[in-house]
């Protein structure tokens, strides 16, 4: 499986009829490409990638999964959304941006330890302006008391091009261009770990250069195919129901 | 090699379920819709990090139009009538996993609730006290499938705002590969 063929064309009508045979049993899903077929114009695109079903959700779990395929026929609302993210010329001030998580200890520690390092978000992160609201979902104890809640915060200067989701039943959020690099400057430890972050697109180019120019003799279609992260070799050790029931019985008479 | 144009597992156990079979038979349909899904390594790599509904239907109640209503929240859904098998399938799964299931055997539940791919719970039953604390996963204990879908909408949504967090950290090949394409597409990021 390739990571990308940098050649396929991504279009609407592609992408549509894709999806079409991708759903095919899912009505509501079905409705939302038809209406997506019949008035998706670039202006919306905001609507259509955050707010609809479709194709919102293809979209998002392309991102998330690496879904090579998916995300090719994707490509053109990808471009969309960037253009429309530097087209709106909004007046910004600095401003800071949160987003509230519950991290397993694993990423946790990966993030603590990552101080001064880069990072990059693969998809669409939703960012919101007010640190109580993220706060609230960082430390919501309605769910999963048992992840460490985590802030991160984002100084967010002028020049950066940032746009505005509306989406119902909530204020406004917040997304950066896709593959945005950012660098953890500073990690608060507390109750609620505060992880400070700034911007750092400039190092992720230098790195993807430096790369290129080290391996100036691939292609770059070879280069990407190398990087697709393999999966994991090790068989998980496997049990029987029963055989945990038992266990379980044996230890409560214990 | 695999058709790329595979679709969600959904359709496999949607087509299987009106067929209407026994435990016996939806059992072997369920190995293979979960072939499917973990088959070839290509597919482990697909699958990671989509949400799955499983729904552990013991009494056999669930009708078509219920799996249409699970799909319209959440694409994916896979039902299982035997909790040996729906056990085995959840321990080499590598999606992140919502799970809806009766209270009547506390011993699965636990079980279940130890597996590190499972995400949540859903406790289908009524009058049942439990110990969130023990139970962390358990988003609620709903009496009907209204109620139930409600709840599941709510945390899927929760989930997707605070725990679908994948991050590419500077030394991780995804971290270089987004870069690379990101520079290579020039999509004017």
């Given at each position: 499986m390739k990571p990308t063929n940098i050649k396929v064309i991504s279009n609407k009508e592609q992408l549509v009829s894709m999806a079409k045979e991708y759903y095919r049993d899912n009505p509501k899903l079905l409705q939302s490409i038809n209406e997506f077929n019949r008035c998706y114009h670039q202006n919306d695109v905001f609507q259509w990638c955050f707010s609809s079903p479709f194709p919102s959700r293809l979209l998002h779990q392309a991102l998330r999964t690496s879904h090579t395929e998916h995300l090719d026929q994707c490509r053109f609302l990808l471009a969309d959304i960037s253009y429309i993210l530097r087209r709106s010329n909004q007046r910004q001030i600095t401003r800071q941006l949160y987003r509230g998580m519950k991290l397993t200890n694993e990423v946790h520690n990966r993030l603590i330890n990552h101080t001064g390092k880069l990072i990059c978000l693969e998809g669409y992160f939703l960012w919101i302006k007010s640190k109580m609201t993220a706060l609230k979902f960082a430390s919501s104890?309605?769910?999963?008391?048992?992840l460490n809640p985590v802030l991160l915060k984002i100084t967010c200067e002028s020049s950066i091009p940032i746009g505005e989701i509306s989406v119902k039943n909530s204020s406004t959020q917040i997304i950066f261009d896709l593959y945005t690099v950012f660098r953890v400057t500073h990690v608060n430890h507390g109750p609620v770990s505060v992880v400070r972050l700034e911007l750092a697109n400039e190092d992720g180019r230098s790195i993807a250069q430096g790369y290129r120019a080290k391996h100036k003799s691939e292609s770059i279609q070879n280069l990407l195919d190398q990087l697709m992260t393999l999966p994991d070799p090790s068989v998980p050790i496997k049990r029987s129901l029963s055989s945990v029931k038992r266990s379980m019985a044996e230890n409560k008479i214990r | 090699m695999r058709s790329r144009t595979a679709r969600p597992v959904t359709s496999i156990g949607t087509t299987r379920f009106s067929s209407r079979s026994t435990t016996g038979l939806t059992s072997k349909s369920n190995l293979t819709a979960s072939h499917l899904s973990i088959g070839t390594d290509h597919d482990n790599q697909v699958n990671r990090e989509n949400i799955l509904f499983i729904y552990l239907d013991l009494q056999s109640q669930l009708l078509t139009h219920m799996i249409t209503s699970l799909q319209e929240i959440n694409d994916r859904v896979q039902t299982f009538n035997d909790p040996s098998i729906c056990y085995d399938f959840l321990q080499t799964s590598t999606d992140r996993i919502f799970v809806i299931c009766p209270i009547d055997d506390k011993d699965l539940v636990t079980a279940v609730h130890d597996?590190?791919?499972?995400e949540a719970i859903f406790i289908l039953g009524s009058d049942t006290q439990i110990d969130r604390s023990q139970w962390t996963k358990v988003d609620g204990i709903y009496s009907n499938f209204e109620e139930l879908l409600v709840g599941l909408r709510e945390a899927l949504e929760w989930f997707e705002q605070t725990q679908m967090n994948v991050f590419a950290f500077d030394r991780d090949r995804a971290f270089l590969r987004s870069q690379l394409w990101k520079e290579e597409v020039s999509l004017g990021f």
């Amino acid at each position: 499986m390739k990571p990308t063929n940098i050649k396929v064309i991504s279009n609407k009508e592609q992408l549509v009829s894709m999806a079409k045979e991708y759903y095919r049993d899912n009505p509501k899903l079905l409705q939302s490409i038809n209406e997506f077929n019949r008035c998706y114009h670039q202006n919306d695109v905001f609507q259509w990638c955050f707010s609809s079903p479709f194709p919102s959700r293809l979209l998002h779990q392309a991102l998330r999964t690496s879904h090579t395929e998916h995300l090719d026929q994707c490509r053109f609302l990808l471009a969309d959304i960037s253009y429309i993210l530097r087209r709106s010329n909004q007046r910004q001030i600095t401003r800071q941006l949160y987003r509230g998580m519950k991290l397993t200890n694993e990423v946790h520690n990966r993030l603590i330890n990552h101080t001064g390092k880069l990072i990059c978000l693969e998809g669409y992160f939703l960012w919101i302006k007010s640190k109580m609201t993220a706060l609230k979902f960082a430390s919501s104890s309605n769910h999963r008391t048992d992840l460490n809640p985590v802030l991160l915060k984002i100084t967010c200067e002028s020049s950066i091009p940032i746009g505005e989701i509306s989406v119902k039943n909530s204020s406004t959020q917040i997304i950066f261009d896709l593959y945005t690099v950012f660098r953890v400057t500073h990690v608060n430890h507390g109750p609620v770990s505060v992880v400070r972050l700034e911007l750092a697109n400039e190092d992720g180019r230098s790195i993807a250069q430096g790369y290129r120019a080290k391996h100036k003799s691939e292609s770059i279609q070879n280069l990407l195919d190398q990087l697709m992260t393999l999966p994991d070799p090790s068989v998980p050790i496997k049990r029987s129901l029963s055989s945990v029931k038992r266990s379980m019985a044996e230890n409560k008479i214990r | 090699m695999r058709s790329r144009t595979a679709r969600p597992v959904t359709s496999i156990g949607t087509t299987r379920f009106s067929s209407r079979s026994t435990t016996g038979l939806t059992s072997k349909s369920n190995l293979t819709a979960s072939h499917l899904s973990i088959g070839t390594d290509h597919d482990n790599q697909v699958n990671r990090e989509n949400i799955l509904f499983i729904y552990l239907d013991l009494q056999s109640q669930l009708l078509t139009h219920m799996i249409t209503s699970l799909q319209e929240i959440n694409d994916r859904v896979q039902t299982f009538n035997d909790p040996s098998i729906c056990y085995d399938f959840l321990q080499t799964s590598t999606d992140r996993i919502f799970v809806i299931c009766p209270i009547d055997d506390k011993d699965l539940v636990t079980a279940v609730h130890d597996l590190s791919v499972v995400e949540a719970i859903f406790i289908l039953g009524s009058d049942t006290q439990i110990d969130r604390s023990q139970w962390t996963k358990v988003d609620g204990i709903y009496s009907n499938f209204e109620e139930l879908l409600v709840g599941l909408r709510e945390a899927l949504e929760w989930f997707e705002q605070t725990q679908m967090n994948v991050f590419a950290f500077d030394r991780d090949r995804a971290f270089l590969r987004s870069q690379l394409w990101k520079e290579e597409v020039s999509l004017g990021f």
